[in-house]
């Protein structure tokens, strides 16, 4: 069956998310902005992508323009709503010669949904090395696209995956949206790029990684199991990202993202992650522990 995509641009609902407003000059102890929730969402539930993005914005409004997020670490407090709009309290912690450091809480309904403590530098010279890419990667242009996988099914979810997300998303190997055929490893990859153009701002485009790093981020412990994200009655849920921004990124240029999960247990899953350009630089990396349940007698490795 056929379904007509979506009618909105993915990529300006995007930029329209991370363009917070500063609430009119509102400020306490904190600077105060306002940003967009997504009422195009096929869940109710807010995307963790979207609040750590739009957080990482929030606190880079209150930065030198040369001043680059590098690391943030943040905590996911209770689901968001995702018709919602969000309200973002910056707090200045420190403001050094190189570093800054600052704290911010999202907030839906006057009770923080997340709590981020981000850095930011001026770029500096020092050191040099880096783990290498992974070897015999095949190109982008030779995996189908999620809109090619799923475009077809007539279900809100399968709908916004295909249409409705701004980036462009290719497993290499066989995806777990309905399955897991093959071995059951813990480890994953895809390329991924905007589906657009992006503006030049570095933060920008790194908050926009951040953004994508949720996607696909908890799928090598559920690949591990032979659980596929159509699994009748699974709940996931992120519990706490953390990301670290190595290199200029450019997050309009296809990345490779490579991520493995080394544990799970008591409903938990750790999975690590890195994104490397086409040329091999490594230029994030990331990790994250979620939720994982699964009813009972669902079966699994």
Do not use: C
Not at 189 to 216: E, F, I
Not at 230 to 237: C, D, L
Request: aromatic share 8%; no cysteine; charged share 20%.
């Amino acid at each position: 069956m056929n379904v007509t995509p979506s009618a909105t641009d993915p990529m300006e609902t995007l930029l329209r998310m991370l363009d917070l407003s500063d609430a009119g000059g509102a400020q306490t102890d904190e600077d105060v902005f306002v940003g967009l929730g997504d009422a195009s969402a096929p869940r109710p539930r807010l995307f963790g992508g979207q609040v750590l993005a739009q957080s990482i914005m929030a606190a880079a409004r209150t930065v030198g323009e040369d001043q680059l997020v590098h690391s943030m670490h943040g905590y996911f407090l209770r689901p968001g709503d995702a018709a919602s709009p969000l309200t973002f309290g910056v707090q200045r912690l420190r403001d050094g010669r190189s570093f800054a450091a600052r704290r911010t809480h999202a907030y839906q309904g006057g009770v923080p949904i997340l709590s981020l403590i981000a850095s930011f530098q001026r770029p500096d010279s020092g050191l040099e090395h880096q783990e290498a890419m992974p070897s015999g990667i095949v190109a982008p242009e030779t995996l189908p696209t999620s809109a090619e996988l799923l475009g077809g099914i007539d279900h809100p979810v399968a709908r916004a995956w295909a249409y409705e997300r701004p980036f462009d998303i290719r497993h290499i190997g066989h995806n777990i949206y309905f399955d897991v055929k093959g071995e059951h490893v813990a480890h994953t990859a895809v390329w991924l790029k905007t589906l657009g153009p992006m503006p030049a701002d570095q933060n920008l485009h790194r908050a926009a990684l951040a953004y994508a790093s949720d996607y696909v981020l908890l799928e090598p412990s559920l690949r591990r199991h032979g659980i596929n994200w159509a699994t009748p009655g699974i709940s996931v849920a992120s519990l706490d990202h953390a990301m670290w921004w190595h290199r200029p990124v450019q997050v309009d240029d296809w990345l490779l993202y490579v991520a493995e999960s080394p544990s799970a247990s008591e409903a938990r899953g750790l999975n690590l992650g890195r994104f490397y350009t086409r040329d091999g630089v490594l230029v994030a990396s990331v990790a994250q522990e979620g939720m994982i349940r699964i009813p009972e007698g669902t079966p699994h490795d």
